[in-house]
């Protein structure tokens, strides 16, 4: 491979994941382009970017939620290209949960791609000794607006806010630990939308009218907030959270 350094981006097949993968490549990361269920867009991103800068851009697909998962990625990873320098926590599992219904399997799904997976994929890609900043995406409204019938996705959320804070005083200085918690960010969806966007745009559309700026945020916005985390521009910001909310978590 080139000079680039590897950032692997998790749940970077489509979305918002996706945004965060073109900002990288175009900063001059080659990056690691994890997927669990959307390998086909994956491929075409890949594609995409590659044709921009020749071996910029690989896919690695693995179901996070599996046990072993994270440590198996991180070490195909390190042996087909490099090991990551920087790693950016995106992928995320969104399903409301109302009390009274709330299941064991519901709280596992969350607690699974909202927590346990973006400790270990740490834990591992900071084992390979390359790892050198961290930027897990967040939800403001786990920590400013908890809302009913999402019980069981807040506390998973907000775990990870907690753990970025953690990380970010237990792996200093080797290692900077950053987040960026989301507000209403517009993305595309699927034909047709999946159960969780089908959620997420109902709330979008309920929530808009609270938004302070009077819009939704834009997946390269969001993207811009995780690219200049990992630049050295933002040498001295660890455990910091930037809020990409349209200031709703002030209304």
């Given at each position: 491979?080139?000079?680039a ?20 490549q ?8 994890h ?14 970017l ?63 791609t909202?927590?346990?997976a973006?400790?270990?994929l ?9 790892l ?11 920590r ?6 999402f ?24 290692v ?5 918690a ?21 709330d ?11 819009r ?10 995780v ?24 209304a």
């Amino acid at each position: 491979m080139d000079e680039a350094k590897v950032a692997l981006v998790t749940g970077a097949g489509r979305r918002i994941g996706a945004a965060i993968a073109r900002r990288l490549q175009a900063d001059g990361w080659a990056v690691a382009i994890h997927c669990g269920r959307s390998r086909a867009e994956a491929d075409v991103l890949a594609a995409e970017l590659n044709a921009l800068r020749a071996d910029s851009a690989r896919v690695f697909a693995a179901d996070l939620r599996d046990e072993g998962a994270c440590e198996q990625l991180l070490t195909r990873l390190a042996v087909e290209w490099s090991a990551p320098a920087a790693l950016v926590n995106n992928a995320s599992s969104y399903l409301p949960t109302p009390f009274g219904s709330v299941t064991a399997a519901a709280i596992d799904e969350l607690i699974a791609t909202n927590l346990k997976a973006p400790l270990l994929l740490t834990q591992a890609a900071h084992a390979s000794g390359a790892l050198r900043v961290v930027v897990n995406l967040l939800d403001t409204h786990s920590r400013h607006q908890p809302r009913a019938g999402f019980s069981a996705y807040t506390a998973a959320k907000d775990a990870l806010w907690a753990l970025t804070e953690t990380l970010a005083v237990e792996l200093a200085p080797q290692v900077r630990v950053n987040g960026v918690a989301l507000g209403h960010i517009l993305a595309e969806v699927g034909d047709p939308p999946s159960e969780a966007e089908l959620v997420d745009l109902a709330d979008k559309s309920a929530q808009i009218e609270r938004v302070p700026l009077a819009r939704y945020g834009l997946p390269r916005e969001a993207a811009a907030a995780v690219a200049w985390l990992l630049s050295d521009e933002s040498g001295y910001v660890s455990g910091s959270i930037i809020p990409i909310d349209g200031a709703r978590r002030l209304a």
